[in-house]
């Protein structure tokens, strides 16, 4: 894969659910390495945005191309990282069987996992801090611990997109650290990261690039460079409070009707 | 009579140790199938596909053909029917699944109401009827049972995957719609062929039953299929005996076990949490 090539590109996609539109008109290149946050209010479409990539929904109109190729051609070559709600928790399945599933895709059908995907499972572990809970059923952890198992299901799958949806919403600042030093490392070897958040903070310290997404994009590109008041008012509307210091606070609870907007399947 | 009589005797009897094969069979048929029903949450959908499967028994039985054939035509088309309609209309599942599986048993007890004659053989697949089970039906039984191990043998992790995160599994470019329609392929004919044995009101309790009470008690999707299986092969044996010795129906007498085994584990998780609660507050 040559680097001038963009990892991921939209072209005017439109697309949401029955009639209504989570996402419009929107236009999109993400390089190779890059390390972006998709941020802005709830319905705001983010997760529909990192669907449409991940092949899960269909635009309605527009264009997805990943890794040079429509949607789905390069499937193996891409880690989605669902919500933590969208999986059943009390599934009977341990975190190792679940890291294992990242080896599944690229197995094939008769494949069955050898000594390389048990060492790339063991690894994968062993990077997010787990190597030691490989038996324990996925109920038994914390959330921290939760999205640390997923990380490490993308991580065995060896990449080169890495799609997560709210990563890092509601976990401790330690996990938070160990996630995003992760995932600056994989951007750091190439690996293009796309991850949406509601934390515009760690959106904007601890990712390269922001896309401020409100239905359309009002914004792309290094952080310190395009979070002004101005934008964050067009992405967050109303729900944004100006103080009188010359601050702004922000008014989006993040677990406020969260599923119902965006936890859609 | 003593007790071994009561475990011998019965085995004189050709009907009654087929009938024993079958329940067996049928026990670990539904386990299998029964844990992915469980785990995806699609109980209901095992309702819908056994009322579904009637119109086309009714129609088989008259004109002549095999029953088992009409039965998973019907079955088949309304579970897959399920599944398209879901995908295109925008509506809940169940909303689908209720409509269809309404929709479906009106049209067979339509049918069946206007057949004058006497349809003795037809109120057996409403209720089973497990002792006059034929040769030819426990083949069935046995290539079902084979033919369920060999696609877990040979999609396991897939299923697995898709069964539990379909999003990563489908972002990923495993093909989880057609993983969906295998499954709900299997559970139609897994559900047709038990039918001649516990009856269409009563299949769903052998499909959902053990699988949910394995649920309980063990942390491993293995293990569940295999708990699911012991319980479900145990509740068909006992069962079968209790209903002969009692002389009550086959299929009531296993769905009735199997309900108990579920109460009793029930019970048995639920007092476990409360001492561990009790422990951990003691510690504190």
Not at chain 2, 119 to 144: K, Q, R, Y
Not at chain 2, 260 to 276: D, E, G, N, P, Q
Request: net charge negative.
């Amino acid at each position: 894969m040559s680097d001038h090539l963009n990892a991921i590109e939209l072209v005017d996609v439109t697309a949401g659910y029955g009639d209504r539109a989570a996402i419009s008109s929107v236009s999109l290149n993400l390089v190779p390495g890059s390390l972006t946050a998709i941020f802005g209010p709830n319905g705001g479409g983010k997760s529909t945005l990192l669907k449409c990539i991940a092949g899960l929904m269909q635009p309605w109109s527009g264009s997805v191309q990943v890794l040079g190729a429509a949607v789905g051609v390069n499937a193996k070559r891409v880690a989605y990282v669902p919500q933590a709600e969208q999986v059943d928790w009390s599934f009977p399945v341990s975190v190792g069987e679940v890291v294992m599933m990242g080896r599944t895709p690229a197995l094939g059908p008769l494949g069955r996992p050898g000594a390389a995907d048990h060492a790339a499972v063991a690894d994968a572990l062993a990077r997010v801090d787990m190597a030691d809970l490989a038996r324990r059923q996925i109920g038994e952890l914390s959330g921290g611990q939760r999205r640390r198992v997923f990380l490490a299901r993308a991580i065995a799958a060896d990449p080169e997109i890495y799609l997560l949806d709210e990563p890092v919403t509601g976990v401790d600042p330690t996990t938070q650290e160990k996630i995003m030093n992760i995932l600056d490392a994989e951007a750091a070897r190439g690996r293009t990261v796309v991850a949406t958040t509601h934390d515009l903070a760690c959106a904007a310290q601890r990712f390269h690039d922001v896309v401020a997404l409100a239905g359309r994009v009002v914004a792309h590109g290094p952080a310190q460079l395009v979070l002004d008041q101005s934008v964050l008012e067009k992405t967050y509307g109303g729900h944004l409070v100006p103080l009188a210091g010359g601050g702004v606070v922000l008014l989006d609870d993040p677990h406020h009707s969260h599923g119902a907007h965006e936890g859609h399947e | 009579m003593n007790p071994l009589d009561l475990l011998l005797t019965p085995l004189g009897y050709d009907f009654f140790v087929r009938a024993l094969i079958a329940s067996a069979l049928v026990g670990v048929a539904c386990a299998i199938v029964g844990s992915f029903v469980v785990l995806k949450g699609m109980s209901f959908i095992g309702d819908a596909v056994s009322h579904a499967a009637f119109p086309g028994i009714v129609i088989a039985y008259l004109i002549g053909a095999p029953i088992i054939l009409g039965g998973a035509i019907a079955a088949i088309g309304t579970a897959l029917g399920i599944g398209a309609i879901t995908r295109r209309s925008g509506l809940r599942s169940d909303a689908i699944i209720g409509v269809l599986f309404a929709g479906m048993f009106a049209l067979g007890v339509a049918i069946f109401s206007s057949i004058p004659n006497y349809v003795g053989d037809l109120f057996h697949f409403l209720f089973g009827d497990v002792l006059g089970i034929s040769v030819g039906d426990l083949l069935a039984l046995t290539l079902l049972v084979f033919g369920l191990l060999l696609v877990l043998r040979l999609l396991w992790k897939e299923l697995l995957f898709s069964t539990f995160d379909p999003l990563g599994a489908g972002a990923a470019g495993l093909p989880v719609r057609r993983l969906d329609d295998l499954l709900l392929i299997l559970i139609a004919v897994t559900i047709v062929i038990s039918l001649q044995a516990v009856g269409i009101v009563l299949v769903v309790a052998m499909i959902t039953t053990p699988a949910a009470t394995a649920q309980l008690l063990v942390k491993r999707f293995t293990a569940m299929i295999q708990v699911a299986a012991l319980i479900g092969v145990s509740a068909a044996v006992i069962g079968l005996y209790v209903s002969y010795s009692l002389d009550i129906a086959s299929g009531a007498a296993i769905v009735l076990l199997e309900t108990l085994i579920f109460l009793l584990v029930l019970a048995f998780t639920l007092i476990r949490s409360r001492i561990y609660a009790a422990r951990g507050a003691a510690k504190i």
